[in-house]
């Protein structure tokens, strides 16, 4: 039997998934997981880039006889950066480094944020790829000695392969692509004095990027595995799983660390009402534009949760954090985009109380919180998206961690007055197998695929009570 790979990185864990189709169901088999987090040792916060591809090397020489076709994707705006040797110059930084924030300042000196927008599509955070790429040409000695620099799935692409080439849906991640071109954006380039010579060529998604027998990892070179580009964004991959590509009355949801809700528009919307209310514009699959809001998501649960097992000395199930929730009548809620949720490291409960004024009698009445105020900027968000594309939606296509809980999507639709359809829970990793099994002729097209996926994920439903 021969198996596509998909490696599917998250901001906390990484996981390697083995695909097959078979009686027309896509059958999987987790062979790798591993939790990783940022390291710290000259005042910046990284990736432990040798953990996270030293895992990647192991998987594929355990299973490579069998793997017919790699995959990645990871999350969006990092990268890594080559020198002229082919060399990984440092471990790539973390979007949530407390520097990125100095290089959005120094974004500001020479464009407004407004301006920036105007030229990308992209919602403006200070986690994103240009503000990144100006500190470290502000402060770094190795930003003259870069040769390429290479988005996330990109680098790891490098290692299978030894090509440098940037996949679009992850470039558009960046703050520095030209939506509407599906180019590196010249004129943003040209004002920031960016060499172009750094970005490499863009390709689309299903594309074979090279072969292991050319990997810059000498024990991998022994296979001839073919690498694809997948949907490398893992939101992009994901999102291409939901019925919002096939109906436009759909929202799509990608719930975990972060909240991506949106829904899929003919072209970029970029305006200047879009920019004040904090929207963005990336590519998704086929060349598709996904309209949506980043929102803090997840992590500020998983980050109470975790302090509160500390302080207890004990873990926490969500069934018992579901329990508690439904029954709490705490009707607190704060904003969860402001910029503390964003920090590498802050206190949970701390920070609530100092946003909503006075501390919470139990510690559990945090999570009501962070639900409620959860759901409230989904729903502020969709009439937003609303506003935009004028039209009314229908339901909700929920996919990712956040699925699995019927309390938040319950909550969600009685707040929204939508129905909700969640899961496949596995959506990044499906749409990842997808797009290579598609490229290997094993799939005829989406059509085919979303037949697949209906018969072998389970999905939920929710109405408004």
């Not at 076709?69 to 705006?77: A, F, K, P, Y």
Request: negative net charge; glycine residues 6%; proline residues 2%.
């Amino acid at each position: 039997m021969k198996y596509s790979l998909a490696f599917d990185l998250g901001a906390t864990s990484v996981r390697g998934i083995l695909g097959h189709i078979e009686d027309g169901i896509l059958k999987t088999e987790e062979v790798l997981r591993f939790s990783h987090d940022r390291i710290k040792g000259d005042g910046r916060s990284r990736w432990d880039w040798e953990k996270i591809i030293g895992n990647i090397e192991e998987t594929i020489l355990k299973y490579g006889e069998n793997i017919e076709s790699i995959g990645i994707d990871t999350w969006g705006v990092d990268f890594g950066i080559i020198d002229k040797e082919g060399n990984l110059l440092e471990n790539p930084v973390s979007y949530r480094d407390i520097y990125n924030g100095e290089g959005f300042k120094e974004a500001q000196k020479t464009m407004s944020l407004k301006d920036i927008f105007m030229e990308t599509g992209n919602q403006i955070m200070s986690i994103n790829t240009l503000f990144q790429l100006l500190y470290l040409k502000k402060e770094n000695k190795n930003y003259n000695k870069i040769s390429k620099l290479l988005m996330l799935p990109d680098l790891i692409n490098y290692y299978l392969t030894g090509k440098t080439f940037t996949e679009m849906t992850i470039a558009s991640t960046t703050q520095i692509f030209d939506l509407n071109k599906k180019e590196f954006n010249k004129n943003l380039l040209e004002k920031y004095k960016i060499n172009e010579d750094i970005f490499p060529e863009v390709i689309e998604p299903g594309r074979v990027v090279g072969s292991t027998k050319n990997s810059k990892l000498e024990s991998l070179r022994k296979f001839d595995i073919p690498v694809i580009s997948t949907a490398s964004h893992d939101t992009a991959s994901a999102v291409l799983l939901t019925k919002a590509y096939t109906d436009r009355d759909t929202l799509f949801l990608s719930c975990g660390t972060w909240s991506l809700i949106g829904c899929l528009s003919d072209n970029p919307i970029i305006s200047e009402e879009v920019y004040e209310n904090s929207l963005t514009n990336e590519t998704g699959y086929n060349l598709s534009n996904m309209f949506f809001k980043n929102i803090t998501g997840l992590y500020i649960l998983e980050k109470l949760k975790t302090q509160i097992e500390k302080k207890l000395g004990l873990e926490i199930s969500f069934e018992e954090i579901s329990d508690y929730v439904t029954k709490c009548e705490v009707t607190d809620i704060v904003d969860v985009d402001n910029e503390v949720f964003q920090q590498d490291e802050f206190d949970a409960i701390t920070e609530i109380d100092n946003l909503i004024g006075r501390p919470l009698d139990n510690d559990f009445d945090y999570f009501k919180v962070i639900y409620e105020s959860l759901v409230e900027k989904y729903l502020q968000t969709i009439e937003k998206v609303k506003l935009f594309v004028k039209k009314d939606f229908k339901r909700i296509h929920m996919i990712g961690g956040g699925a699995k809980s019927k309390l938040l999507c319950q909550l969600i639709a009685d707040k929204t007055g939508l129905d909700i359809i969640a899961g496949p829970f596995e959506a990044t990793a499906y749409g990842n197998l997808i797009i290579q099994k598609m490229n290997l002729g094993e799939i005829k097209n989406l059509e085919e695929s979303f037949k697949i996926i209906e018969k072998t994920s389970e999905v939920f439903n929710y109405k408004k009570n």
